[in-house]
């Protein structure tokens, strides 16, 4: 079934949870998302309160997705450029489907979704994010439209001794 998708929803104690618990389980199932397991949601609250402070004071959007069940599942934060000559494009973050719904197409709604959300906005003309080399994910978003425009070799640390890359995506809408 096809997840549903709803851009700045009312954030309450349920949505909150919610996305700290599909943000530790990402984590966890060794998704890209900012951590390295073993991930606790102790971990995660810090980066989750963050991001909701900047959906607070109007510096991100939230897009989120639910399942049929009404559970969420997929999530991904649109901030905007502060500085004045990048106000023209935003940056998605922290996109992300539970590891029960991947494999269905989810990513790929998702990332329509922000599209879609993204091409909403005044003024804007591209989203670009980050994602972590030698995962894969370069390549999926490749296949959603983006294209790599920057990789920093072994910017990532994600254990001793062990580097990823950080490869910078663009999608120009």
Known sequence: MALTFRLDPEIDDEVRDGVLALWTEVS???GAVGFVPPVTPEDVRPDL???????????????????????????????????????????????????????????????????????AMPGIEAIRLTCRGGTGADTFYERCGYKEVGRVPRAIRVGPGRTCDDVIMLLEL
């Not at 399942?67 to 500085?83: K, M, Q, S, V």
């Not at 269905?104 to 329509?112: N, Q, S």
Request: charged share 20%.
């Open 49 to 119: 309160d963050s991001a909701f402070a900047a959906l607070a004071a109007g510096q991100r959007r939230l897009l989120l997705g639910r399942d049929e069940d009404g559970r969420i599942a997929a999530t991904a934060f649109l901030a905007y450029n502060t500085h004045r000559l990048m106000r023209h494009w935003i940056w998605a973050y922290t996109v992300m489907v539970h590891p029960d719904h991947q494999g269905k197409g989810h990513g790929r709604a998702l990332l329509a979704a922000v599209e879609q959300a993204a091409r």
């Open 28 to 30: 966890q199932a060794g």
